[in-house]
Structures are given as structure tokens and as C-alpha cells.
């Protein structure tokens, strides 16, 4: 994907879950990339791992990853992720998960404690926004 880093055009990667909200997964305007809250479900909505807090951000970061790379990003464009965490207790579980993805990249981060998610056996739900960096840009075009 040849990407202009100067366009204001709207780029959207679609939401795949069953869940009607009127919403985007991820959307792009010029370099600027915002991923919606993501939770651990497969494509019907069902929730994935319950119980797994590590699990659960795990797969919630590969969907993220899956839409900026769609958007011809990826997580070392990422500079800000929000965790919602249902049991704001088990905050360690959920940041050894983070770390694993954010190691060298080390965004911004918030964990954030909230009384519930779409459905009980969601723990964590993540969102993300990412730069896309000239370089970046030039590197994806050329097959990096």
C-alpha cells in the first residue's frame, strides 16, 4: 500500500465482530492511526480464553496488530495504548502480556480500572494509537 503521509482521507479497517455500534476497528487520517477498544473474541463475538488476563491482552494486541497493519502500520508505530481491566488487581498480568508486544517500543500506557466489559468473561479491552513514521511509510512500500 502506497501511503501519502499528508492526505486527510479517512482509511478504515472495518469491525469484523457482531456487535452493531456504528464503529470502525481502526481508522487512518494521514499518519495518525486510532484503533477502538479491542477485547480477546472470535469472529461471532465469542469471548477467547476466560480467565487469562496474559491470554486475553495477548490476542487483543494481534487483532490490533492485524488492523495497523492493514492501515500499513504496525505495533512499532504504536505511541499510546489504554488497557481496561475489570479486575484492575491483576494490572501485572496484563503489563508482563504488554511487554512482551512493547518491549522496545514502550508507548504510553494507561491501565485503567472499569466495572465491566461487553460480557463478563471479557477482563481486558485495549485500544491504541499509533504515528505511522515517514520512515515507516518508506520501509512498507518497499516490502519492510
Known sequence: ????????S???????RPWRA??????????????SGTVSSDINGVPMFP?????QVTRCLE??????SQLGSGHSD???TRLFLTDISR??????AHHQIFETVLPACSFIGVSALLHPDFLVEIEATAIVSLDSIGERSHGG
Open 22 to 35: 456504528g464503529y470502525s476497528r481502526a481508522i487512518r487520517v494521514g499518519n495518525t492511526i486510532e484503533v
Open 51 to 55: 480467565g487469562d488476563v496474559a491470554a
Open 10 to 16: 479517512r482509511i478504515r479497517v472495518p469491525s469484523d
Open 1 to 8: 500500500m502506497k501511503v501519502n503521509a499528508q492526505s486527510t
Open 78 to 80: 504504536v505511541i499510546r
Open 63 to 68: 487483532t490490533i496488530g492485524e488492523a495497523l
Open 91 to 96: 494490572w501485572r498480568e496484563a503489563a508482563s
